[in-house]
Every structure is written in structure tokens, then in C-alpha cells.
């Protein structure tokens, strides 16, 4: 299961009811953030959400309404006795924006590991999640990441004993280890079905419409898309400054069969996003006008469903 939390939805500058875009996503004890806007660790802190516990933080780009927020967070889980390291990951010139950020945050009593991405299309893990980050079309380098929790697939009775593999190794088996037993290795494809289907969360904002957002999101449970404008007169605007209208993210759901689309990233000239909503919805049905602390839980879901 994926707790996704969106904790900020704002564009450009926060409003008094609209911080700054950010996203939390907690798996299996585990914490990742995407973005740190001004206000962040408010919003965690109204949602009663801990910084201290955030293992990677991914940056899409490193304009300030997505990256302001990290010297004061990571200030406050130093407050908070933090020793494990944190690790962030974003465009190439990544060790400048942490020079910064250490001139703001002089006490910092855990390491920050960081890596850096070079390539239009890069593949990496954090723990179990496995991650795509995926080039954007912005006015500096800005990436999407699409974000997959695999699912193990189920134990087969009948398969291990076609295999005659012994009970005595089922347990370590189905926990994805081989096993030695007289001689004999057994391993967990002898007692394991087939793969099921896990979960995909898909995150691309500041950006103008192209491919590999529809690529990345095909059939995702969740797509979390820029939605910086909904009036149609606000086009041109979108096209100088490289940003997304509702309509075109409503339109790259469609394409790519997502479950659910969530709007963020709004302008701060749109005062009330939600006007926009039974017309987007006409475009793609399962079109959600998010606001701060928009939140869900992503279960598992059964081929089908």
C-alpha cells in the first residue's frame, strides 16, 4: 500500500490556504518526498506527518516555489535528534543548490548524500520502490518520476510440490530467498505464481505537455499532474512560461488510461481551481481538483478491478 499525501499544491508563491507544491508518499515505515516549496513542513506538521523520518527527497527542478522549503526541513529533523542520513535526488547542478542550502543550514549533523540526473530517461530504487525519472519540457531542466511499488507474487502449493521442494523451505522461499537443503538448491521462481500487478504513482508538474508523461503513465492507479491554468484565454500563457492547462492533463489521463488524475500546481492568479472541475471532468471522468492535504491510500488491487 502507498499513503500519498499531497501537502502542497501552489505554483509560483503560497497563498494563505494553498502552500507550495510538495508530495509525501509513505510505504512499509518508509518516507519519501517529491519537492519542498515554502511551507512544507507546515503542511506535514497540520497533517500530523514527521519530517524526521523522510529517507530521499526527489526534486523536480530547482526553481525556489519547489525547493525554498529544504534548508528549514532540514533543520527541523536535525532539532529532531535525526542521525541517518538523507539522500536527494534531482537535476544535474544539484552540489550548488546544497551549497546554498548549507549556507542557510549551518548545523546539520547528518550526512546528505545526493545523485544527480544526466539522462532524459533514469532508472533507480529507494528501498523497494523503483523509480523513473523521466525528462520534462520546462524553462530550465525539470524531470517527472514515475513511481512502482511491485506486488510478490502468491505462493503456489501445487507448484512446489510438482517441484518436490520441502516444506521445511517454503517460508525462506516465499520471502525471496534460496535455499540449501542436502545438496540441493531450491529457489523462489520453484514455488512462486505469476507476477500480479503492483502499484504506479505518477508525478509531472511544470511542464508543457510531451510523450513521456502519457508513456510513463500509461495505466497508473494515480497521475499527479500540473494544472497551472484552466481558463482557455490563459493558453498563451502557458506556452511562454512552459506550464500545463488543466484541459491538456485532463486530455494525457484520458490517453493513457490512469485511474485517477489529481490537478496541482495551480497559478496563483486561479483563486478557486475547483470552478474548473465538471468541465474537466467531462474531459476524463476520474478528474480530482486536489487541494492541500489531498490524500489517499493505494491498496494492492486484484487483476481486473
Known amino acids: 500500500m502507498l499513503d500519498v499525501c499531497l501537502l502542497g499544491t501552489g505554483g509560483t508563491v503560497p497563498l494563505p490556504e494553498r502552500w507550495l507544491t510538495s508530495l509525501l508518499i509513505r510505504w512499509e515505515g518508509k518516507e519519501l518526498l517529491i519537492d519542498c516549496g515554502e511551507g512544507t513542513q507546515i503542511a506535514m506538521h497540520a497533517h500530523g506527518f514527521s519530517c524526521r523520518h523522510i529517507n530521499t527527497i526527489l526534486l523536480t527542478h530547482f526553481h525556489a516555489d519547489h525547493t525554498a522549503g529544504l534548508p528549514g526541513l532540514l533543520l527541523s529533523m536535525a532539532k529532531a535528534d535525526r542521525t541517518e542520513p538523507i539522500t536527494i535526488i534531482g537535476p544535474k547542478g544539484l552540489p550548488e543548490i546544497l551549497k546554498g542550502v548549507y549556507l542557510v543550514a549551518r548545523y546539520i549533523p547528518f550526512e546528505i548524500h545526493y545523485m544527480e540526473l544526466e539522462e532524459n530517461e533514469q ?9 523513473s525519472a523521466f525528462s520534462l519540457r520546462h524553462s530550465v531542466p525539470c524531470y517527472g518520476y514515475e513511481l512502482n511499488l511491485e506486488r510478490r507474487p ?48 505518477v508525478y509531472a508538474t511544470d511542464t508543457r505537455p510531451v510523450a513521456a508523461i502519457c508513456e510513463h503513465a500509461k495505466g497508473a492507479d494515480l497521475l499527479i499532474a500540473e494544472g497551472m491554468y484552466g481558463d482557455p484565454e490563459k493558453l498563451e500563457n502557458a506556452k511562454q512560461n512552459k506550464h500545463m492547462m488543466m484541459r491538456e492533463a485532463a486530455e494525457i489521463a484520458k490517453e493513457a488510461d490512469v485511474r485517477e488524475l489529481w490537478f496541482t500546481h495551480y497559478s496563483p492568479s486561479m483563486y478557486e481551481p475547483l470552478i ?14 486536489a487541494r492541500d492535504g489531498q490524500r489517499e491510500d493505494i491498496s494492492f488491487k486484484d487483476e481486473g478491478e
Open 123 to 131: 532508472e533507480f530504487d529507494v528501498d523497494d520502490l523503483h523509480i
Open 154 to 201: 502468491k505462493f503456489d502449493v501445487e507448484k512446489a510440490r510438482e517441484n518436490y521442494v520441502p516444506l521445511q523451505a517454503w517460508n525462506m522461499l516465499q520471502k525471496g530467498s534460496s535455499v540449501e537443503l542436502n545438496g540441493v538448491i531450491y529457489t523462489p521462481e520453484m514455488v512462486m505464481g505469476t507476477a500480479r500487478r503492483g502499484i504506479k504513482v
Open 276 to 289: 474548473y472541475e465538471a468541465e474537466m471532468m467531462e474531459v476524463f471522468e476520474h478528474t480530482v481538483v
